[in-house]
């Protein structure tokens, strides 16, 4: 069956980094699009970026334009998300994401919290 499983969050200080990764089986990696999403307390859950075939970037959020790069290594069946310059409104759980023949697929989530 199709999974997703991510990795990478923590807490970290207001300008550092982190690289989110997510982890494909079930299907043919190479073939479809992903996208990373992030839902914080008390809201909705948003798309941050998404990336199609062979690295050819489709979306990023206005809010995290020039901050976070969405990239995937169809090889390891890996999605990432490199986030930078992180501020304490990035804090949300990130999820990864892809749709497939009509159905949304998502993994379990993992914590981002962006704290002093």
């Known amino acids: 069956q199709v999974q997703l499983v991510e990795s990478g969050g923590g807490l970290v200080q207001p300008g550092g980094s982190l690289r989110l990764s997510c982890v494909g089986s079930?299907?043919?990696?190479?073939?479809?699009?992903l996208a990373w999403f992030r839902q914080a307390p008390g809201k909705e859950r948003d798309a941050v970026a998404a990336?199609?075939?062979?690295?050819?970037?489709?979306y990023y959020a206005n809010s995290v334009k020039g901050r976070f790069t969405i990239s995937r290594q169809n090889a390891k069946n890996t999605v990432y998300l490199e986030m930078n310059s992180l501020k304490p409104e990035d804090t949300a759980v990130y999820y990864c994401?892809?749709?497939?023949?009509?159905?949304?697929?998502w993994g379990q989530g993992t914590q981002v919290t962006v704290s002093s």
């Open positions: 994401n892809s749709h497939m023949d009509g159905s949304d697929y």
């Open positions: 079930g299907f043919t990696f190479s073939q479809y699009g």
């Open positions: 990336i199609g075939l062979k690295n050819s970037v489709t």
